[in-house]
């Protein structure tokens, strides 16, 4: 089946320590986002990439970075900069043009602090 | 910036029955797409239904429907005969034809009671 795999499905950071979580796709979408959610709001807008080898920065850029080596993976770095990490992340995909194409989402990981 | 409004955080509904979900949005562009997802206790978002904002005519999925209201710029979400898997946050999203993001708003939290 296709779809979108997020792991690890929990994570915890300890002060000062970066941390990746993992997302692929096998949709053949190229399009990715990631988001991060807290209790009782929407879903904020980290990164996105359209293309490989490109991506561009969402609303709440600050304390991560990303990666888009490979059409099918869009990896998501939490760095010791972020300094309230703790949410709900979700990788989500589209074709190329998403505002026509609905946004696939994978299960999320929670990222808690040690 | 536009920016999307669910005021209702909450709603509950008998199994069976009907409910609606509000939502308004604030933008001066003209094409656009409209969007609402679930995100059940799982925590995965699923589509639900999507409007082109150049469509007149309502969409509707099954027991689902919207009424877009483009010149009070609202886009609720009707659910007929409610289903105990219907309980989640459901969330409102608008997107910019042609922009490659996603705005979301805050959720509404959806009970269905026996």
């Known amino acids: 089946d296709g779809g979108i795999t997020q792991s690890p499905k929990y994570l915890f950071r300890k002060e000062g320590q970066n941390v990746t979580l993992s997302c692929e796709q096998n949709l053949n979408h190229d399009a990715m986002y990631w988001y991060r959610q807290d209790p009782g709001q929407g879903l904020r807008l980290i990164y996105y990439?359209?293309?490989?080898?490109?991506?561009q920065k969402g609303d709440i850029a600050e304390g991560y970075s990303v990666s888009r080596e490979k059409k099918e993976s869009f990896p998501l770095t939490v760095t010791s900069a972020q300094k309230n990490p703790t949410a709900f992340y979700l990788c989500?995909?589209?074709?190329?043009?998403?505002?026509?194409?609905?946004?696939?989402f994978g299960d999320g990981t929670r990222l808690s602090i040690l | 910036a536009q920016t999307v409004t669910q005021s209702q955080p909450e709603m509950s509904v008998q199994e069976a029955e009907t409910v609606t979900l509000s939502c308004t949005y604030d933008t001066s562009e003209s094409d656009y797409y409209l969007f609402w997802y679930k995100q059940p206790p799982s925590r995965q978002m699923i589509l639900v239904i999507r409007?082109?904002?150049?469509?007149?005519q309502n969409a509707t999925e099954n027991r689902f429907s919207v009424n877009f209201q483009k010149a009070a710029k609202s886009f609720s979400l009707k659910i007929s005969d409610s289903q105990l898997g219907d309980a989640a946050m459901y969330f409102c999203?608008?997107?910019?034809?042609?922009?490659?993001?996603?705005?979301f708003g805050q959720g509404t939290r959806l009970t269905i009671n026996p």
């Open positions: 990439s359209q293309i490989v080898n490109d991506f």
């Open positions: 999203a608008y997107g910019l034809a042609g922009a490659q993001k996603l705005v």
């Open positions: 989500a995909s589209s074709q190329q043009d998403y505002s026509n194409q609905p946004q696939h």
């Open positions: 409007q082109e904002a150049y469509k007149q």
